[in-house]
């Protein structure tokens, strides 16, 4: 207060936050008392906000991991910003957001041949190797892992061949 002309002056950088926080108005209460005859009175001071404060997310970094089937328009929900302003006093935050592509499992296994062909002399020995079939699958994980299965085999040939899985291959 300059008591010369009666001007009420601030003193020190006014910041509505620090004196209001998130009320949405800010009134700071002052009394004016005056001497000769004494008179009291009170004056309130609305605090203006000014946009002075950038959105903040808790984290710098956001981590989430979703899955390769995701469809297209999937929503993922973040944790919100806060800005400590209020009303329209919105300026623009930035976080970075870390995404691991989780695997699906989505290929097949694919064989090395589309048809394999072998033969074997009918005076074969028991543990004759025939054929050795290979096939990948491009997923990861246990979604790669391959198990193979002799299929349409009738009852009387079900006995006469054997899958052995070969170790090295299966590396
Ligand atoms: C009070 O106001 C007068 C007139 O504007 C000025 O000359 C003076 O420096 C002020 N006093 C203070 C303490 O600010
Ligand atoms: C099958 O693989 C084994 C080991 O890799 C090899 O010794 C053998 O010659 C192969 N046999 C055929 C029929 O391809």
Known sequence: MNLSTGDLVT??????ESLCGKK?????????????????????????????????????LIEMEIGESADKGYRFSIEEAHDADIGQNARSGTVVIHVTV????DNAPVFSHSVYKASVPENSPPDTLVINVSATDADKGVNGDVTYELGHLSDDDVNAFLLILNPEKSE
């Open 11 to 16: 003193s020190e950088r006014m910041d509505r």
């Open 24 to 60: 949405p108005s800010c009134v700071v209460k002052v009394d004016l008392v005056l001497e000769n005859p004494l008179e009291l009175h009170r004056v309130s001071l609305h605090v203006q906000d000014v946009n002075d404060n950038s959105p903040k997310f808790k984290k710098h």
């Open 102 to 105: 989780l695997d699906a499992n």
